[in-house]
Structures are given as structure tokens and as C-alpha cells.
């Protein structure tokens, strides 16, 4: 859940950290100027229906696009 991240990245002091929930697949191109971190997380209790043999490999591909120069 974003809120319990945000509550404890304030107990941590870590003001210039900013957050965001998204559909990782749905994203645009982000710029390469920030350092980033990438955290991947289904949702909790959900089966989700994975349309490809290559969930994986296409997973580790679409975070290279959008986060490399």
C-alpha cells in the first residue's frame, strides 16, 4: 500500500524520495537525468492471469526502456 511506503519513508526522514503506484506495462519513456528505484509488486492476494510465456524477460525489458538513456 503507497500510504504505509509514504509514512514510513517520513519516519526514515526521506523527504526527497517521491512515490508513485502505476501499471508499470501502461507507462511512458521517464527521463534519465533522476536516479530511480523500480519496485514491482503484484497485488497482494490477486492471481494474476499472465498472457505471455515471456512475462519475465518482457518484465526486466519494459523496465530497461523506460528507465535507461
Do not use: C, H, W
Amino acid at each position: 500500500n503507497l500510504e504505509i511506503v509514504q509514512k514510513n519513508m517520513q519516519a526514515f526522514k526521506k523527504s526527497d524520495v517521491q512515490l508513485r503506484q502505476e501499471d508499470l506495462f501502461k507507462g511512458k519513456k521517464e527521463p534519465t537525468d533522476l536516479k530511480r528505484l523500480v519496485i514491482v509488486n503484484p497485488p497482494y492476494g490477486k492471481r494474476l492471469k499472465i498472457k505471455t510465456e515471456n512475462f519475465y524477460t518482457d518484465l526486466i525489458a519494459t523496465i530497461a526502456d523506460r528507465f535507461s538513456p
